[in-house]
């Protein structure tokens, strides 16, 4: 690996949508009956506070940002800060959404249940503009996370966040798709990443074998990422430079799949750090499938244990595409 850098770096991690997150687990989850929970767990969550949350995980500062509002805010407020997270929220009226994680302990199988996020007036959004660019004048490095709700569609929030990023030369990666992606591309992302079902969703792609999926990313750092990190899951994730360079890591395998729910946001935070501290891309990408493993096997995300990280990291075996 590349030589560490010393200190502990700050990071923006932007998001417009927290939730709070209710975890059910069930000794068996069925359709149309009577279900009853074996637990409840209340956590914060949201694509932008999970990659927050992982970065104080992994030994980082990191600001969250996004619009919360109600009692449901502010458990997800406690919550992010409480697991080191640095709270950054814009608050308005409406209550902050709750999203649903069944966990089916007989199959094995996790059901997600989303609620849509409020809509977010122009004044509520003019404040958090302001707020969250300041803040990233004073950070290390930039996350961009999810997409816009409904009520921004067409606003192309994130612009000013790349541009900015670019001006003072910060490392960001940004894990979006479709025209939120697209938006930004110009401002040359280190890393481009989502998983195989947002790629095909952002460009058309015949079929989902490695050609498919090899064109559609080489499309991405034609547009100008620098990387194009695509994930699938527990199979081979795909890794391709803008100099022709490409790559498949398989992600190590941690033990006993319990929660998959925000795995690919741990991808996100454990690369961004990865880079920040001195790693190749490719080093930083298996370190990031790393914690995404090890973060299906615990029952809330973005607490995995970070003491194998580096032992699954040189288990996430990388293969060169002639």
Same mark, same amino acid.
């Given at each position: 690996?590349?030589?560490?850098?010393?200190?502990?770096?700050?990071?923006l991690s932007?998001?417009?949508?927290?939730? !709070?997150?209710?975890?059910?687990?069930? +000794?068996r989850?069925?359709?149309g009956?009577?279900?009853r929970?074996?637990e409840i767990?209340?956590?914060?969550a949201?694509?932008? @506070?999970? =990659?927050g949350?992982?970065?104080?995980r992994l030994?980082?500062?990191? %600001?969250v940002?996004?619009?919360?509002?109600g &009692?449901s805010?502010?458990? =997800? /407020?406690? &919550?992010a800060r409480?697991r080191g997270?640095?709270?950054?929220?814009?608050?308005?009226a409406?209550?902050?959404?709750?999203?649903?994680?069944?966990?089916d302990?007989?199959?094995g199988? @996790?059901? /997600?249940l989303?609620?849509e996020?409020? #809509?977010?007036?122009?004044?509520?959004?003019?404040?958090f503009?302001?707020a969250?660019? *300041?803040?990233?004048?004073r950070? +290390?490095?930039?996350a961009?996370?999810g997409?816009?709700?409904?009520?921004?569609?067409?606003?192309? =929030?994130?612009?000013?966040?790349a541009?900015l990023a670019?001006?003072?030369n910060?490392? %960001?990666?940004i894990d979006?798709h479709?025209?939120?992606?697209? *938006?930004v591309?110009?401002f040359?992302?280190?890393?481009?990443?989502?998983? =195989?079902? /947002? !790629?095909a969703?952002t460009f #058309?792609m015949?079929?989902?074998?490695g050609?498919?999926?090899?064109?559609?990313?080489?499309?991405?750092?034609?547009a100008? *990422?620098?990387?194009?990190?695509?994930?699938d899951?527990?199979?081979?994730?795909?890794? @391709?430079? +803008?100099?022709?360079?490409? %790559?498949?890591?398989?992600?190590p395998d941690?033990?006993?799949?319990?929660? #998959?729910?925000?795995?690919? &946001?741990?991808?996100?935070?454990?690369?961004?750090d990865?880079i %920040?501290?001195?790693?190749?891309v !490719?080093?930083a990408?298996?370190?990031?499938?790393?914690?995404?493993?090890a973060?299906?096997?615990?029952p809330i995300p973005?607490?995995?244990d970070?003491? #194998?990280? /580096?032992r699954l990291?040189?288990?996430?075996?990388?293969?060169?595409?002639?």
């Amino acid at each position: 690996m590349s030589t560490v850098r010393p200190g502990q770096p700050t990071f923006l991690s932007l998001g417009l949508t927290p939730a !709070l997150q209710r975890t059910l687990i069930l +000794d068996r989850f069925q359709v149309g009956g009577v279900n009853r929970a074996r637990e409840i767990r209340l956590s914060a969550a949201g694509k932008g @506070v999970n =990659v927050g949350m992982a970065l104080a995980r992994l030994g980082g500062r990191a %600001w969250v940002t996004g619009f919360i509002g109600g &009692d449901s805010g502010r458990t =997800v /407020e406690r &919550d992010a800060r409480s697991r080191g997270a640095m709270p950054a929220f814009t608050r308005q009226a409406a209550n902050t959404r709750v999203c649903d994680t069944i966990v089916d302990r007989a199959t094995g199988t @996790v059901t /997600e249940l989303v609620e849509e996020a409020p #809509p977010i007036g122009a004044a509520h959004l003019a404040r958090f503009m302001k707020a969250a660019l *300041a803040l990233e004048r004073r950070c +290390d490095g930039l996350a961009i996370s999810g997409t816009v709700p409904p009520s921004l569609a067409g606003r192309a =929030v994130y612009i000013p966040f790349a541009e900015l990023a670019q001006q003072l030369n910060l490392p %960001w990666v940004i894990d979006s798709h479709r025209g939120d992606l697209q *938006a930004v591309l110009a401002f040359r992302p280190l890393v481009a990443k989502m998983n =195989v079902e /947002e !790629l095909a969703g952002t460009f #058309p792609m015949r079929g989902r074998g490695g050609r498919a999926i090899l064109a559609a990313a080489r499309r991405l750092t034609a547009a100008g *990422a620098r990387h194009a990190f695509i994930t699938d899951g527990p199979r081979p994730a795909w890794l @391709v430079a +803008d100099d022709g360079r490409a %790559w498949t890591i398989n992600p190590p395998d941690a033990g006993p799949v319990v929660n #998959p729910i925000g795995s690919g &946001d741990c991808v996100t935070a454990a690369l961004l750090d990865a880079i %920040w501290r001195g790693r190749s891309v !490719l080093q930083a990408a298996r370190y990031g499938l790393a914690c995404g493993s090890a973060n299906t096997i615990t029952p809330i995300p973005a607490r995995f244990d970070p003491e #194998p990280l /580096e032992r699954l990291a040189r288990a996430a075996a990388a293969t060169r595409i002639a």
